[in-house]
């Protein structure tokens, strides 16, 4: 693990334009790695069958139930279920409802700590020549600035990156279009 003068170093040596710039390629490399992934998935889940059941039927029907008391038995009308389950049913997954997670990246930070100094510099090759301008420069939080101004400040920088889950983009899921191919509506006959 680096000291706290190695991380130092190490930022100084990083333009933080080149930082910020490579901080977003990453973002960007990992939100493409993200989606590729959630596109294939959705592609394995097209291709995966899975046996469903569509449809269970509970029957409930009057039944007496004889109860025991201290002055004898009762008669309680009561009820009985019974389930029965419809045969199963092949679709993919994709059919069944499975969706694939898709994640976006929501927002990124980056906090970087540097002490600025302005100092004045000349614009050319020769210190004798070209107008005095004045310019930023920024370096590392050192313990010996951190001492001679007596502020406070950790010599470390961090990236937060949030991922949040979407929805998925409405061409990726097909629309299921269910045709009827009966003459005449199915009919139910309940006798007693």
Do not use: H
């Not at 130092?8 to 977003?24: H, K, N, T």
């Not at 490399?29 to 889940?45: C, F, P, R, W």
């Not at 299921?176 to 006959?189: A, M, Y």
Request: proline content about 8%.
């Amino acid at each position: 693990m680096p000291t706290i003068g190695e991380v130092g170093s190490e930022l100084a040596e990083v333009p933080v334009g080149d930082l910020l710039r490579s901080v977003a390629q990453g973002i960007a490399d990992g939100q493409t790695a993200l989606d590729v992934a959630a596109v294939k998935t959705l592609i394995a889940l097209a291709a995966t069958n899975v046996e469903l059941i569509p449809e269970i039927t509970e029957v409930i029907s009057p039944e007496t139930l004889q109860v025991q008391t201290d002055e004898g038995t009762i008669d309680v009308t009561g009820v009985r279920v019974s389930a029965t389950a419809a045969e199963p049913v092949e679709m993919s997954a994709l059919q069944a409802g499975l969706v694939p997670a898709f994640y976006q990246f929501a927002e990124a930070t980056i906090q970087l700590k540097l002490s600025v100094q302005l100092r004045e510099v000349r614009e050319t090759q020769s210190p004798e020549l070209g107008p005095r301008i004045l310019r930023a420069f920024g370096s590392n939080v050192n313990f010996r600035t951190q001492n001679t101004y007596s502020y406070s400040a950790d010599a470390s920088s961090s990236v937060t990156a949030i991922l949040r889950p979407v929805p998925p983009p409405a061409r990726l899921v097909p629309t299921t279009i269910t045709v009827n191919e009966l003459t005449q509506p199915p009919t139910v006959t309940i006798t007693e």
